[in-house]
């Protein structure tokens, strides 16, 4: 049987026990369903392998060979992985486009005994909806939480959605800080997967709510937001957050202690702007980042670069009746306070 997806979200909500991509391993960390595993059918070499003998050979000894390939990994995959399943286990499974690596591991699990349903159309039907999705702008309306280099606008976001405000965290679906110095361990995923994440992210979300990002540049590292979004942050009104130098350099020293507690990491991040600066003042920073003086290199590096760029930024998306909110102290202590204060201009900005 073939579930013929119409939302984004209908897979997660019709119960399956599993969600199985059986595409190669490199397909699958491309991007793929939310909540998938990974059962290979044909592993990323066996499947170039396929494929040059079905161009240069012939289909039929492709399909031999195929065949016996996905038989050999299912036995691996029902001696490992699924040793355990019970008889009454419902699996979803998935290829690229509802074919033959799919059709024939959902054949055998039904010959167990389980009752197995195959995505129609695999991942590409899914990616459809996506791609549908994402060309349009959020349903919810949307608010631009903005400020300055170093005013804690994502963990306020974070805070905010711990009060009930309806949020969406761009720089976590991204797994950067969306600067030079926002690098996070395990690094960005790729293009496709972040739409994926935003765009299931913004299925779940309530339309009649307002929904807060954080802004952002039309890229958060090397990914880009969606038209529909970015169309969206483009024009919607803005919570400015209004903080003195001292409090976000000192803000910045704390939520970059893992770039600041390496010095030869930062030297490289900092020789990156060589070409936007003169040499005596990256020098100077160099020097500030290799005497461990954090919060002194955090606010040059926002008088002299970022700063600037951000009133460039500002004036681009600035509109009547944005609110200010000033912070005297970005502290962990005062942040709570903080997040309370914008919380409540909200509804008055919300269409």
């Known amino acids: 049987m ?10 997660a909500e019709l119960g399956f026990d599993a969600i199985i991509d059986v595409r190669s391993p490199s397909e699958f960390a491309e991007d793929h369903l939310p909540g998938a595993i990974s059962l290979p059918v044909l592993d990323d070499e066996e499947r170039a392998r396929i494929g040059t003998i079905y161009k240069q050979q012939s ?3 492709a399909r031999k060979i195929g065949a016996a390939l996905v038989a050999r990994n299912a036995a691996r995959h029902l001696e490992g992985p699924l040793a355990e399943m019970p008889g009454g286990w419902r699996p979803l499974v998935y290829c690229w486009r509802g074919g033959q690596r799919s059709g024939s591991f959902a054949t055998i699990l039904s010959q167990v005994g389980w009752r197995v349903e195959l995505v129609a159309g695999g991942y590409k039907a899914w990616r459809s ?15 631009v939480l903005d400020g300055n280099t170093g005013s804690a606008k994502t963990e306020l976001l974070g805070l905010l959605g711990q009060r009930g405000v309806q949020v969406l965290d761009l720089e ?14 395990g ?7 972040f739409e994926g994440r935003i765009a299931t992210a913004l ?10 990002v954080e802004a952002e540049s039309s890229r958060i590292g090397n990914l880009a937001l969606p038209k529909g979004l ?3 942050m483009s024009i919607a009104p803005r919570v400015h957050i209004r903080a003195e130098l001292p ?14 507690g390496d010095a030869e990491r930062l030297a490289g991040v900092i020789a990156l702007l060589r070409s936007q600066h003169s040499a005596e003042v990256i020098d100077n920073w160099l020097t500030l980042s290799a005497t461990g003086q954090t919060a002194t290199l955090a606010a040059d590096l926002m008088q002299r670069h970022y700063d600037p760029r951000y009133e460039k930024h500002r004036a681009r998306f600035t509109r009547p009746g944005d609110t200010e909110v000033t912070a005297d102290d970005l502290s962990p202590e005062a942040l709570p306070a903080l997040a309370d204060r914008i919380a409540t201009v909200l509804p008055g900005l919300a269409p």
């Not at 549908?132 to 919810?140: D, M, R, T, Y």
């Not at 299925?203 to 807060?212: G, H, K, N, T």
């Not at 409090?247 to 770039?259: N, Q």
């Open 2 to 11: 073939a579930l013929t997806l119409t939302s984004l979200t209908e897979h």
């Open 129 to 143: 909806l996506v791609v549908a999705a994402l060309n349009e702008p959020p349903a919810a309306p949307v608010i």
């Open 203 to 212: 299925a779940a979300l309530d339309p009649s709510r307002p929904l807060v």
């Open 230 to 232: 970015w169309a969206a």
């Open 172 to 185: 976590g679906l991204a797994n950067h800080r969306g600067s030079l110095f926002g690098h996070m361990p």
């Open 59 to 61: 289909p039929f000894l």
């Open 247 to 260: 409090a976000r350099a000192s803000y910045l020293s704390r939520a970059y202690a893992d770039l600041g």
């Open 187 to 193: 690094g960005q995923p790729g293009q496709k997967a």
